[in-house]
């Protein structure tokens, strides 16, 4: 399993959301660029940036930053936030970003969404699905930064996505995201239960190292980490099984 580093942006600046509430942002100071340089230092291979403005508003506001961290090519950057249009996908795979990671637009419009699966190519289009578990425990999904409640499991919008030849999708669990409480490990067996072939990415609530090897251990591909990176949490040493040019 693939460990990711993941920076959100917000207005510029490096922030994280407390499950996803934009009232509950933590602030931090670091530079865009200082960061990617700190992961790739450590052996990242891959960098997921996520632009909170364009996650809210449509808009992809942070482009100019996400554009420059893309020149430097020091890592593969796999881009989310706004994305809802095929011209903004062009743009961003025209100027150096790797996958573009899709959200609400794959709940939204998903015919489209399938478009772009077979224009770009599986490997270069990633969903992003945003979820809240119900009082039975099945996993709904959310859009427009959060905010919007949809009746649509994750179940039924990866399946709806199979005759595409779907290959990444990013799974964000609200509950646990940037709380440090730990990752939804059952959640993560269920998907790659049910759909083996899709190379799932689980993000939201890994504190420590225990939380990746717990991770490992369902046969997810990879692992976002914010928070616990951002703030050290965890040692170099053992990040290194999970990154592959430690």
């Given at each position: 399993?693939?460990?990711?580093?993941?920076?959100d942006l917000r207005g510029g600046r490096c922030v994280r959301l407390l499950?996803?509430?934009?009232?509950?942002?933590?602030?931090?100071?670091?530079?865009?660029?200082?960061?990617?340089?700190?992961?790739?230092?450590?052996?990242?291979?891959?960098?997921?940036?996520?632009?909170?403005?364009?996650?809210?508003?449509?808009?992809?506001?942070?482009?100019?930053?996400?554009?420059?961290?893309?020149?430097?090519?020091?890592?593969?950057?796999?881009?989310?936030?706004?994305?809802?249009?095929?011209?903004?996908?062009?743009?961003?795979?025209?100027?150096?970003?790797?996958?573009?990671?899709?959200?609400?637009?794959?709940?939204?419009?998903?015919?489209?969404?399938?478009?772009?699966?077979?224009?770009?190519?599986?490997e270069r289009i990633c969903l992003a699905f945003d979820v809240q578990l119900?009082?039975?425990?099945?996993?709904?999904?959310?859009?427009?930064?959060?905010?919007?409640?949809?009746?649509?499991?994750?179940?039924?919008?990866?399946?709806?996505?199979?005759?595409?030849?779907?290959?990444?999708?990013?799974?964000?669990?609200?509950?646990?995201?940037?709380?440090?409480?730990?990752?939804?490990?059952?959640?993560?067996?269920?998907?790659?239960?049910?759909?083996?072939?899709?190379?799932?990415?689980?993000?939201?609530?890994?504190?420590?190292?225990?939380?990746?090897?717990?991770?490992?251990?369902?046969?997810?591909?990879?692992?976002?980490?914010?928070?616990?990176?951002?703030?050290?949490?965890?040692?170099?040493?053992?990040?290194?099984?999970?990154?592959?040019?430690?």
């Open positions: 399993m693939l460990l990711i580093p993941s920076i499950k996803g509430d934009f009232g509950a942002e933590t602030r931090y100071d670091f530079e865009p660029h200082e960061l990617l340089a700190r992961y790739r230092a450590l052996g990242a291979r891959w960098l997921h940036l996520v632009d909170l403005d364009g996650a809210r508003d449509g808009l992809l506001a942070n482009r100019a930053i996400i554009i420059a961290l893309a020149t430097q090519r020091a890592v593969q950057l796999q881009v989310g936030g706004g994305v809802r249009s095929s011209e903004v996908v062009s743009d961003l795979l025209d100027h150096g970003i790797a996958r573009v990671a899709v959200g609400s637009a794959a709940v939204e419009a998903p015919a489209e969404v399938t478009r772009w699966l077979t224009h770009y190519g599986v119900d009082e039975s425990g099945t996993p709904l999904l959310r859009t427009r930064g959060w905010r919007q409640a949809t009746s649509v499991s994750l179940w039924d919008a990866v399946a709806s996505f199979a005759d595409a030849g779907l290959r990444h999708v990013l799974c964000t669990d609200i509950a646990r995201d940037g709380a440090l409480a730990g990752p939804n490990v059952a959640l993560y067996a269920e998907a790659v239960r049910r759909f083996p072939a899709i190379q799932w990415q689980a993000s939201g609530g890994v504190s420590a190292a225990a939380d990746l090897t717990a991770l490992a251990g369902t046969g997810a591909a990879a692992a976002i980490s914010g928070k616990a990176l951002l703030e050290e949490r965890l040692q170099p040493e053992e990040l290194k099984p999970f990154l592959r040019d430690a």
